[in-house]
């Protein structure tokens, strides 16, 4: 995933919670995961989280 993508992923993300709704990001890498949680996490309120799973594959 390209850097740019990153913070559309995370505003998005953030926007969704903001207003109450859930948000489901698929990313192949996880990488991309932990980058897109790393730029959520500050503005995450308390009760929200991120999980990640692993595809079976």
């Given at each position: 995933?390209t850097?740019?993508?990153k913070?559309?992923?995370?505003?998005?993300?953030?926007?969704?919670?903001?207003v109450g709704?859930t948000?489901?990001?698929?990313s192949?890498k996880?990488?991309?995961?932990?980058?897109?949680k790393?730029?959520?996490?500050?503005?995450?309120?308390?009760?929200?989280?991120?999980?990640?799973?692993?595809?079976?594959?």
């Amino acid at each position: 995933m390209t850097d740019h993508r990153k913070p559309t992923i995370a505003n998005t993300s953030a926007e969704c919670l903001d207003v109450g709704k859930t948000d489901l990001f698929v990313s192949e890498k996880a990488t991309a995961f932990e980058d897109v949680k790393k730029r959520l996490d500050p503005a995450l309120a308390p009760d929200d989280t991120i999980h990640r799973r692993k595809a079976a594959r």
